[in-house]
Each structure stands twice: as C-alpha cells, then as structure tokens.
Nanobody, 128 residues
Framework: EVQLVESGGGLVQAGGSLRLSCTIS?????????VGWFRQAPEKEREGISC????????HYTDSVKDRFTISSDDAKNTVYLQMNTLKPEDAAVYYC????????????????????WGQGTQVTVSS
C-alpha cells in the first residue's frame, strides 16, 4: 500500500521560507511514478503547483510559484521536498503531496484527478 506523509508546515512571515517534506512508502525501486504538490486555500479549488518524475527528475512549476519554490527528492530517504522561499500571504493554504503511477509529470500544472495517492496535508500560514 502506498502511503504519503507530509510535514514541515507552519506559520511564517511574508518573505520567509519553509520546507515541506513528503515521505513516501509502498513503491518499489523499479516503480516509475510522479509526485505532485498541491495546495488548497479556504473556499478555493485544489491547485496543482509542482510535480516531479521519480525516474528522470523532470520538474514542472505553475507560474505563481516559479522561481520561488523548488521541488527535489532524496531517494535514499524516499522523501520529496518543496522548498518555499519568498512566501506571500496568498501562498497560505493546506499543502498536499500526492503520487501517481498512471501519469507522468509533464509541461502542464498537475491535475488532482490524475493522482490516486494523497497525503494528509499540512497547513502553511503566512502573516503579512
């Protein structure tokens, strides 16, 4: 069974940084899958902001986080990170990581309906 556990959320001032972690279990070393980061603010739809393929490390970012957020992985720890710099109040949301072995990260924003494994979410609050 594939499981994802996020950590690293919290309260930060505008302009500050946070690093989210997503520890993944259940995939084998031979599995090819993509990992996506999503966020959902109150009364808004879940938004795909970044993704990465497990095998070629291809990455994609939505325009609003490009040049501020970085997705990376530590394969030895089965963990994917989202480094978030220069945070803005509009970045405040519950952040989710998700995985899929059915689709690949490509040149479009990750879509929630393409992911079948989800973490529990972690809250990010940005004070102005």
């Amino acid at each position: 069974e594939v499981q994802l556990v996020e950590s690293g959320g919290g309260l930060v001032q505008a302009g500050g940084s946070l690093r989210l972690s997503c520890t993944i279990s259940g995939f084998t070393d031979d599995d090819e899958y993509e990992v996506g980061w999503f966020r959902q603010a109150p009364e808004k739809e879940r938004e795909g902001i970044s993704c990465m393929n497990s095998w070629d490390k291809f990455t994609h970012y939505t325009d609003s986080v490009k040049d501020r957020f970085t997705i990376s992985s530590d394969d030895a720890k089965n963990t994917v990170y989202l480094q978030m710099n220069t945070l803005k109040p509009e970045d405040a949301a519950v952040y989710y990581c998700a995985a899929s072995a059915l689709y690949y990260c490509s040149n479009y924003d990750p879509r929630p309906d393409e992911y079948n494994y989800w973490g529990q979410g972690t809250q990010v609050t940005v004070s102005s």
